[in-house]
């Protein structure tokens, strides 16, 4: 791994297109999971990966226009300081309330990345970009509201939420009830629960667990 404040504006760049390539298809992943279930959420990622996508091509262009056609992969686990993120695709059914989390988290890191690159950068148009990629992160969670606003009406979002709580009790409470009726759950309560062994005390336990674990 190299330090962050080792790189080149060239490898600064390249590294750029890599984040905004990668939360852009993560933004994807998030809508193509929630449509089903949340289609009025995943139109809310699906403009989010719109604005990622607009933001590659423009450092694309001013890469070319400074280092020529090839792009080195440059990886955020390639550089210290970035955190580890889980891989959508091995998270099934997403969770709503997690996937606006992750989501602003994202937004968070990518804007940290770009003022810290903005700082360090030497040639005036490649500061510029940089700063002003700052900015539009900086702004893009009020983006988000506005498009949650417009998208998620107070009905849609009752909606939604109760397609969540449905999705939850056919996802883990009826499955958990099955399982106790067929014997293949346990029903003593697992080390460390509080609920006093009772039956159902430690169904709601378990349910609980699950559903932070979801979340």
Not at 85 to 98: D, F, Q, S, T
């Amino acid at each position: 791994m190299k330090n962050f404040n080792a790189l080149s504006e060239r490898e600064t760049l390249a590294l750029a297109i890599s984040l905004e390539e990668e939360d852009e298809r993560v933004y994807a992943d998030f809508a193509e999971g929630l449509k089903q279930d949340f289609p009025a959420s995943a139109s809310v990622f699906n403009a989010m990966r719109g604005d990622e996508s607009g933001h590659r091509r423009r450092l694309i262009e001013l890469y070319r226009q400074k280092f020529g056609e090839h792009i080195p992969l440059i990886r955020r686990q390639d550089v210290k300081g970035f955190v580890p993120r889980k891989p959508v695709w091995l998270v099934r059914p997403l969770g709503l309330e997690a996937v606006r989390r992750q989501a602003r988290a994202i937004e968070v890191e990518t804007r940290r990345f770009y003022e810290r690159a903005a700082m360090r950068a030497q040639d005036a148009s490649v500061r510029q970009l940089l700063d002003d990629l700052a900015q539009e992160e900086r702004t893009h969670e009020d983006r988000a509201q506005e498009l949650n606003q417009e998208k998620l009406r107070p009905t849609v979002k009752e909606d939604e939420d109760r397609a969540r709580r449905r999705l939850f009790v056919l996802q883990i409470v009826q499955p958990g009830l099955a399982g106790l009726m067929d014997g293949s759950v346990s029903t003593l309560a697992p080390r460390g629960c509080s609920c006093n062994s009772e039956l159902l005390g430690c169904i709601s336990c378990r349910i609980g667990r699950i559903a932070r674990c979801r979340n």
